[in-house]
């Protein structure tokens, strides 16, 4: 005979299955509010023999007036196009605005009007555990909704564009299940507000996505605005190497930045940095990755000077560099 277990006076069977509807509720309605702003790409370039399949994607519309959110390696590419569709049965020509491969995103602009804008969240307010969903169009099946959590946060994920090697910062690890063809559509959160770019599918169960923050916001405004992403660029390589004892009682922490390639010519030569030294702070900022350094290279910062202060065996110097701005 069996005994059915009670839980803050409710049996536990009851309490499962109204947990359970909770969650089936907030996935339906995150569904319904954003699957119509999720576009199914059918991409076209443009040869010789007139537009031939260059591969398919999804798209988030980002305003009423035609600008979608894509991912670049979706429409990399010479003399890319094609149409975007809708789930409310709308098929439209689209261009290529402009594309960032050091971020894997690029924005379109779709031949429309009245477009279903989604809401753009913030990633960094996010928690590992929490509920996402994941909205494209895997395979080509549009509309498709998949449910998980986020898995993980702080991941970095390494973008290339021409000889330029840069990784893209705080991207997001998913266990919604993400297939070919979701790369360019919608993560969101329960409040249904779009809080990242799915790109990548890692292994089973292990999807990434490019969040939306503040430094992914300014790099969509600059290619609505511009069609592209300007960054500064001082021309080192280098890794994360432990402090000294002295060295880490004197700043304050466990880690700096050591250079190990100084490119020829570059601003950091110029500036006197050398293999070897370890970078401690960056225009006032403390440095202990590559990461850190790599946010500061932003299109603020091409042409003014920026103050390094590093550790050269057991000296200390404060040195002053001048950035130029990044060619791929």
Known sequence: M???VEQDGLP???TEAEALDAYSRVVV???ERVSPSVANLRVMRRSRMGQMPAGAGSAVALTPDGFLLTSAHVVSGPGRAGRAAFVD???LKFDVVG????SDLAVLRADGRDLAAAGLGDSEGLRVGQLVVAIGNPNGFAGSVTAG???ALGRSLPAKSGRTMRYIDNVIQTDAALNPGNSGGALVDSAGRVVGINTAVAGVGLGLAVPINTATRQIIGALMRDGRVRRAYIGIAGGPRPLPPYARVRVGRSGGLEIVEVAEGSPAQRAG??????IIEMGGQAVERADD???LMNEAAIGRPLSVRVLRGERWFDLKLRPVELVE
Request: charged share 30%.
């Open 2 to 4: 069996s005994a059915t």
């Open 12 to 14: 536990e069977q009851a």
């Open 29 to 31: 309605t995150v569904a």
């Open 89 to 91: 049965g709308r098929e």
């Open 99 to 102: 594309i960032d491969r050091l």
């Open 149 to 151: 959590v986020v898995s």
């Open 273 to 278: 940095l050398r293999p070897e030294d370890l």
């Open 293 to 295: 350094v790599q946010r």
